[in-house]
């Protein structure tokens, strides 16, 4: 069910959007982490959007 409220479409955004991905393990962390939750590994990527 799409969210149609421009506002609660930009906090839906937000939280899903704004995280990073562990380019090991694949975990996602929040956009603040500086090394994984999971495996402690520094490389940490931003969570890609699906704009095609």
Do not use: G
Not at 5 to 14: F, K
Not at 17 to 22: D, E, G, Q
Not at 39 to 45: A, G, I, N, V, Y
Request: with cysteine.
């Amino acid at each position: 069910m799409p969210v149609t409220n421009p506002e609660y479409r930009a906090i839906a955004r937000s939280h899903i959007m704004n995280r990073k991905v562990c380019r090991k393990c694949y975990a996602t962390n929040p956009a603040t982490a500086k090394k994984c939750r999971k495996c402690r590994s520094p490389e940490l990527r931003m969570k890609r959007s699906n704009k095609k």
